[in-house]
């Protein structure tokens, strides 16, 4: 991890105080950050960031009082500066890539693991400290390339992101579910293959499953994806 002379201080917007707790608590395993406090609304959060200096946020979008991205916008319009990792629902992502003027930089869909969040985390110290010392054109692409680029390190060894998203797109779009064997026709890899995606995505609380009764011998166990929002 690139090394900075300051801790980045994060402020973490969440509404539901035990996530908010478990937050904290990961920004807090990272070197070089440090959560400097946390809300559970955007006029708390606006309280905190009036009297402390805040220089990441990490924002739920759906608060009680506003939405994330209305709340980023205020907070510009009001002279603040701080950069924003939102924290999201998979049916948010126009959204997100909308408010990439207002300092949204990364994005983590709920729930999010440790491995997930320090990944996106570490990317984020790399691009602070690249700008920092951006000369030109070409340092500026390169660190707005550390920041958007794709993130193997929070998936365990042997799957791949691309074939993560393909077997996630087929998960979605199957609303009554599919088999490993399901997925594997849909995507194109060995049934093998395809259920370790899918128990990946089970262990990440992305997707559940059942067995499939009504047929002789072992049950075969059916995926369904699991919505994030609330």
């Given at each position: ?9 994060v ?45 990441l ?13 209305q709340?980023a916008?205020s ?6 500066h701080?950069?924003v ?56 692409d ?45 995507v ?43």
């Open positions: 991890m690139t090394q900075v002379q300051h801790p980045i201080r402020l973490v917007v969440e509404d539901d105080p035990v996530a908010a707790d478990a937050h904290v608590m990961y920004v807090g395993r990272v070197p070089g950050f440090v959560a400097v406090g946390q809300a559970h609304t955007g006029a708390e959060a606006r309280r905190v960031m009036d009297r402390t200096a805040v220089d946020l990490l924002l739920d979008l759906h608060l009680p009082d506003v939405h994330g991205l709340f916008r907070l510009r319009a009001a002279g603040h701080a950069d990792i939102a924290v999201t629902s998979a049916r948010d992502l126009a959204v997100v890539r909308e408010g990439v003027s207002l300092g949204v930089v990364q994005y983590v869909l709920k729930p999010f693991t440790f491995a997930t969040l320090r990944d996106r985390l570490v990317r984020y110290a790399e691009f602070h400290a690249a700008v920092g010392e951006a000369g030109g054109q070409d340092e500026v390169r660190a707005l390339a550390v920041l958007r680029a794709p993130s193997p390190a929070a998936l365990p060894k042997g799957l791949s992101g691309p074939t993560l998203e393909r077997v996630t797109g087929a998960l979605r779009e199957a609303a009554q579910g599919l088999t490993a064997a399901g997925v594997a026709e849909a194109g890899i060995s049934r093998i293959t395809a259920r370790r995606y899918l128990e990946h995505l089970v262990d990440a609380g992305r997707a559940g499953r059942s067995p499939l009764y009504g047929q002789v011998g072992r049950p075969e166990l059916v995926y369904r994806w699991v919505s994030q929002g609330r």
